[in-house]
């Protein structure tokens, strides 16, 4: 539960949600107030420090993902990467339709069914991974982080990430 996290502060309604008007941060309104916001900008902030570290490697940051997913666990069917990755399949095909031609993994048709795609990485993919090793620890003595601060953080937003999902399926039945 977030609010047993600390995710949330302040006081709390029956279901345990905390409210941002109940700290005293101000006006709940201000866009520096917003988790939103934060989370946003981080994301950006993040992207942008990735892309710097990923240019020796020739992979832009999703394809980057994509390639961590297949490292792995290689050999996914398209629709088992895309909800690994949380993207839906008209970002993913081509974004795996480019990665293929750059010759980093092959898709191919499940022999058993048709209409399953099955993804691997090629030996090209695959040597990148030991050129990619240290860019987890590269990122977190860029940010200032430990390795325990991160883990924190990363399981805070797993948290929220599962709170929004889980409130999607009960607004949309």
């Not at 709940?28 to 107030?33: N, Q, T, W």
């Not at 081509?94 to 980093?104: C, D, I, S, T």
């Not at 993994?105 to 991974?129: K, P």
Request: glycine residues 10%; charged residues 25%; contains cysteine.
């Amino acid at each position: 539960m977030l609010v047993a996290s600390g995710v949330f502060e302040g006081r709390t309604d029956d279901a345990g949600r905390g409210s941002v008007a109940d700290t005293d941060e101000g006006d709940p309104l201000a866009l520096d107030h917003q988790l939103c916001f934060s989370l946003y900008a981080a994301s950006r902030a993040l992207t942008g420090l990735y892309r710097d570290l990923l240019h020796d490697l020739g992979l832009t940051y999703p394809q980057y993902l994509v390639m961590l997913v297949l490292w792995e666990r290689d050999g996914l069917t398209v629709k088992d990467l895309s909800h690994a990755l949380h993207l839906d399949s008209g970002t993913l095909s081509p974004l795996l339709r480019r990665m293929e031609q750059a010759g980093l993994l092959t898709r191919e048709r499940d022999s058993d069914d048709e209409r399953v795609v099955r993804v691997s990485a090629t030996e090209t993919g695959n040597a990148l991974s030991a050129r990619a090793q240290d860019i987890p620890d590269r990122l977190l003595c860029t940010v200032g982080l430990s390795p325990g601060r991160a883990g924190e953080l990363r399981h805070a937003l797993d948290e929220i990430t599962r709170a929004v999902e889980s409130a999607g399926r009960r607004h949309t039945g």
